[in-house]
């Protein structure tokens, strides 16, 4: 094994590289925004990343995405309001919500709207991975049997 080999399983090795995501992100700090889809389009996933709740909606058909990673308060709306608007046009995938103003009711609103999971910024960007890649895997588990 090499060394770079060794820093590629040390930085990616949990992630399942077998499991392709399409992803809708929502982020308007820019930075965030494209590192994140840098990072998950690096581990193979098809991300849509969006600024704003209004340009998530507008975009080509969201049934298609299995995963939502969405910041908590967007210029135009907050993320438990989109991901209401989005369940209700049909949309059923797992979303994930990202923060940097966490209370423990934001956490208990935000599990009642759905999301898997709350990621509290700074937060670190593989853990994401994983975690979207784990929940991914597992429904995939589950639709087998």
């Known amino acids: 094994m090499t ?3 060794t820093l590629a399983n ?10 392709k995501v399409n992803i ?3 982020e308007d700090d820019p930075a965030v925004r494209h590192s994140l889809e840098m990072l998950l ?24 995405s299995a995963c939502l990673i969405i910041d908590y308060i967007l210029p135009d709306t907050d993320g438990l309001t989109l991901l ?10 797992a979303a994930f919500l990202i923060t940097g ?3 423990h ?26 975690e979207v890649e784990k929940l991914m895997s597992q429904q995939a588990q589950v639709k087998r049997i």
């Open 41 to 64: 389009v690096m581990n193979g996933h098809e991300v849509r990343a969006h600024e704003s709740g209004t340009n998530a909606l507008q975009a080509p058909p969201i049934d298609q």
């Open 84 to 93: 209401g608007m989005l369940r209700s046009k049909g949309w059923t995938g």
């Open 105 to 130: 009711a934001l956490e208990e609103r935000a599990l009642e709207a759905g999301f898997k999971k709350r990621f509290e910024k700074p937060f670190h960007y593989l853990e994401i991975v994983h």
């Open 101 to 103: 103003h966490y209370d």
């Open 24 to 26: 809708i992100l929502v």
């Open 10 to 19: 040390m930085l990616f090795g949990a992630c399942d590289w077998t499991t």
């Open 3 to 5: 060394p770079s080999d």
